[in-house]
């Protein structure tokens, strides 16, 4: 039998369904979004299968001619949320904006595959060629000079919008005198203390300017746009895809991506090198303009278990910095570490928890036998969903449930990991 929080959980995401793609939350987040379509179709899949391989389809029926996926689909034009696509000026059809996300949908698929049956690998296998076409972009458009090394050419490509990681590249940021007057929409649905500030904002728009004016070439972006930054996030969930996406292709017997595959994880264990902080002992964010370092640890810097990057001195150091952060706060994992000075525990991905980040870091240190801190990790999600409901994110401190509210993937990861059901659908 479900539990009345599975129910609850079933009745978002069919809430936010808006036939054949989910919305993040109403109101807030009007659009399709890139990997939170991703997380939702683990959910879905949980009692609906077909609906779970339908939302990666819609996704990627807004794939551009050169492979990238973006992270919002403008499906049509909805005045509670800025920047629309009039901001983009995308032009592709449907629109959408003008670079993409992490790439966390071959991982998915291949979840889908793994627990499924025949209709599944014919679903996967039908996407393949897309799949590859999105790593390959990433590949080519975010790692130019083929360091092994991708870099996000805006914060929000990274989907830790605000995180002082970005602080570094945004403060180069010069905003033009002609990027006009604008009116938000985020902060009349939520506290605009959870949300990214005002001067964010103007080089959010910033970076946005520059793309439209460039018409979205992506190699110039990664080259000479404003902002240009190593993440850890995006670099360890993108060689988790890659590995993922190799595996695909040995299912399904695409003998010829194999070798590519395989080169591309060959040379981001190289580029994670380039992440390693040595001044404090951990993966960090970097500027790939001016070389500096961010100094401190992030949740996404726990996503080296994810990806099995590092060597096992360094995964050792991750490890202990995991325990550390984790004594100081009552709830883990923490966005931003809670003893940095840039620490804010309700400002967006300054400080809260976020279940879909927290649902990766466990699935890592599971893999690299470090159970006791998944479980642990594991544990405080679920009391945070207990406690506080299904929201965007949490406050790491008291619990506190932050931002949206019935939200799409923190009901995805609940079904995922507190579903007592069996998916009758998986045959």
């Known amino acids: 039998m479900r539990s009345s929080l599975d129910e609850e959980a079933i009745g978002i995401l069919k809430a936010n369904d808006r036939g054949g793609f989910t919305v993040p939350t109403a109101r ?16 879905f899949a949980e009692f609906d299968r077909d609906r779970a391989w ?8 807004a794939q551009w001619p050169d ?29 959408s904006s003008g670079h993409s996300q992490p790439p966390v949908t071959a991982s998915i698929v291949l979840r889908l595959v793994e627990s499924g049956g025949t209709a599944d690998i014919e679903r996967a296998r039908a996407l393949f060629d897309r799949m590859l076409a999105f790593h390959r ?40 005198d002609d990027l006009g007057p604008y009116q938000r929409r985020d902060t009349e649905h939520i506290d605009p203390a959870e949300r990214p500030s005002a001067e964010q904002y103007d080089r959010y728009l910033t970076i946005i300017k520059f793309g439209r004016e460039c018409g979205w070439d992506h190699v110039e972006m990664a080259r000479n746009g404003p902002f240009y930054m190593g993440d850890p996030g995006v670099q360890f969930i993108l060689m988790r895809a890659d590995r993922d996406l190799l595996r695909l292709a040995e299912l399904l017997g695409e003998r010829s ?15 994670c090198q380039l992440l390693w902080n040595p001044a404090v002992n951990a993966f960090c964010a970097r500027d790939l303009r001016t070389r500096e370092f961010s100094d401190g640890i992030t949740s996404a810097s726990m996503l080296a278990f994810y990806a099995g990057a590092g060597s096992d001195e360094q995964r050792d150091a991750m490890a202990a910095h995991a ?19 840039r620490f804010e525990s309700k400002r967006y991905w300054r400080g809260p ?14 893999n690299a036998g470090e159970t006791e801190l998944a479980d642990r990790i594991k544990a405080d999600t679920r009391r945070l969903i207990e406690t506080a409901g299904f929201y965007e994110y949490f406050d790491p401190r008291t619990g506190e449930g932050l931002g949206g509210a019935d939200f799409t993937w923190t009901a995805a990861v609940h079904l995922v990991w507190g579903s007592g059901s ?5 045959a």
Do not use: K
Request: with cysteine; net charge negative; aromatic share 14%.
């Open 323 to 341: 325990r550390r952060i984790l004594d100081d706060v009552e709830f883990g994992f923490p966005s931003f570490d809670p003893t940095h000075p």
């Open 28 to 43: 807030l987040y009007p659009y399709q979004w890139n990997w939170d379509s991703a997380f939702a179709a683990l959910g």
């Open 422 to 426: 069996t998916n009758s659908q998986a």
């Open 137 to 176: 972009w990433f590949h080519a458009m975010r790692d130019p000079e083929d360091t092994g090394l991708v870099g996000i050419i805006h914060p929000w490509e990274s989907g830790r919008d605000n995180c002082p990681d970005w602080d570094i590249g945004m403060d180069r940021i010069v905003v033009p």
């Open 257 to 271: 991506a194999q070798s590519e595959i395989a080169h591309w994880l060959e040379r981001a264990r190289d580029g």
């Open 67 to 95: 492979g990238m996926v973006p992270h919002i689909v403008f499906r049509q034009n909805d005045p509670d949320y800025f920047p629309g696509p009039a901001i983009w000026q995308s032009n592709t059809e449907p629109p």
């Open 54 to 61: 339908r939302e990666i389809e819609t996704l990627f029926e």
């Open 353 to 366: 928890v976020w279940a879909i980040i927290n649902f990766l870091i466990v699935d890592g240190l599971n």
